[in-house]
């Protein structure tokens, strides 16, 4: 079945250093791809989302590449702050109505 | 639009004993899923309607949980007779559907967490 896979947290930042979170997926076909972020107390948010192969998602200084080649879809963002402390969730969706398939989630901390 | 609600945030509840969730859409979507996320891992697909009818179900849902979105607009999620491994955060989220073959953008309300004692 399909799965996907993300890099075990939590992930612990300076404020401006530049973050990854790799995400690698399983799937036939082709998924879309999609990032979301939870922040203590709240329910999850969209981030970014990729449809197909070579899409970038972008958005609040982060990016996603959908690379079917790596059956990847990394989370980058250049200059964290501490307001982007939260836990990131990867999923992958197979149809347009989409259940999701989620990962386990990267806790990321960014300390001043 | 007040995003996705859900009550109650929590419940407490003692073992054999029935809960029951509600869930608000967004006013006029139409399409609502149900998700389970245990401690440590990402929310799981439980089930789905669109409008009133329920079209899919995980098998992670047993004969124990029921599921209702009468006339298409909030939800319930009952559990009967709860055991300790219920315990979880319950998710819903709801999304419009858009053109044919068009991801929707779901989106999530806060969850209710559930502890079963």
């Known amino acids: 079945g399909d799965s996907v896979t993300q890099m075990e947290g939590p992930v612990t930042l300076s404020e401006e250093a530049f973050l990854t979170i790799n995400c690698t997926y399983t799937a036939t076909g082709y998924p879309s791809l999609f990032w979301y972020v939870q922040y203590p107390g709240e329910g999850l948010q969209l981030l970014l989302k990729a449809t197909k192969a070579d899409d970038k998602g972008s958005n609040k200084g982060f990016e996603a590449t959908y690379r079917k080649e790596t059956t990847s879809f990394h989370l980058e963002k250049g200059s964290v702050q501490v307001s982007d402390s939260a836990v990131y969730f990867c999923a992958l969706m197979q149809n347009s109505w989409g259940k999701f398939q989620f990962g386990a989630g990267t806790q990321v901390v960014v300390t001043p | 639009d007040t995003g996705v609600s859900q009550n109650p945030r929590h419940k407490i509840t003692k073992r054999g004993q029935n809960v029951t969730f509600r869930c608000d859409p967004i006013s006029e979507h139409n399409r609502l899923y149900w998700y389970r996320q245990t401690l440590g891992q990402g929310p799981e697909f439980l089930t789905y309607?669109?409008?009133?009818?329920?079209?899919?179900k995980s098998r992670l849902l047993s004969d124990r949980f029921s599921a209702e979105r009468p006339k298409g607009s909030f939800s319930t999620l009952e559990i009967q007779r709860t055991e300790q491994g219920d315990s979880a955060m319950y998710l819903c989220a709801s999304s419009l559907a858009s053109r044919r073959g068009a991801t929707d953008t779901q989106y999530f309300g806060p969850g209710t967490r559930l502890t079963v004692l």
């Open positions: 309607f669109q409008n009133e009818a329920q079209l899919e």
